[in-house]
């Protein structure tokens, strides 16, 4: 795939990619992603990262069954940024955050503290059950 | 600020910040924040970056004149990615993007192919020629 000659990978041979839910608009998650992973997400027409952590490809909702639907795919203009339209599948509204929330930016800062905004949709323990 | 403590800078000391724009939800730009950068963004309630290219504090407009205003600072659910809802001052619609575009993610994949897709609405040269 020529097109993943075009990114600028990073030193570890990484890109950050923003994941943003199609409908709404709201930005749900950050992560990134190797060639492989880009490959895949594109073939597959689903978000597949690389997880840092623990050092494999990632198949975003493989355990949960909160698959991303890639909708498009954008570059920024200096080719190191990957932005991602999705629909957070599996529940609705969607689920992204590991801690059951819609969106993974639940901390807001107020009068300079971090504090949790969003309600917890679903238990995280009922979602990596199966 | 204690606010600055609860992050999980990263080796080089940075953060990624995604800066999206209040009114509409686009995502218009990427960039990354020293302790410094967002103790200074806090108090401004503007955008100040920490450029890596140039190894120095960017306060983003400085040169363009395009502000952004900060209505909202976010967290991620590992302390490690920050999401800031922005109005991008200077010009109607705002200009992020040092092309000229509205939004840095203006490159679509299109059948394999990164095409550009939005409009220039004003001269790079004109930009930064104050």
Chains 1, 2 share one sequence.
Not at 39 to 51: C, D, F, P
Not at 53 to 73: D, P, T
Request: glycine fraction near 8%.
């Amino acid at each position: 795939m020529n097109c993943l000659d075009d990114i600028k990978w990073d030193a570890a041979g990484l890109v950050p990619v923003i994941a943003q839910e199609h409908s709404s608009g709201d930005v749900l998650m950050f992560a990134w992603m190797n060639r492989e992973a880009l490959k895949r997400t594109i073939e597959l027409g689903e978000a597949v990262y690389w997880s840092r952590s623990r050092g494999k490809l990632w198949h975003k909702g493989e355990e949960s069954g909160h698959i991303q639907k890639v909708h498009e795919l954008r570059m920024d203009c200096d080719n190191d940024v990957l932005l991602m339209r999705i629909t957070q599948q599996g529940h609705e509204p969607g689920i992204a955050c590991h801690t059951g929330r819609h969106s993974c930016f639940y901390q807001r800062l107020e009068n300079g503290v971090w504090t949790a905004t969003e309600p917890v949709l679903k238990d995280p323990q009922t979602i990596y059950s199966k």
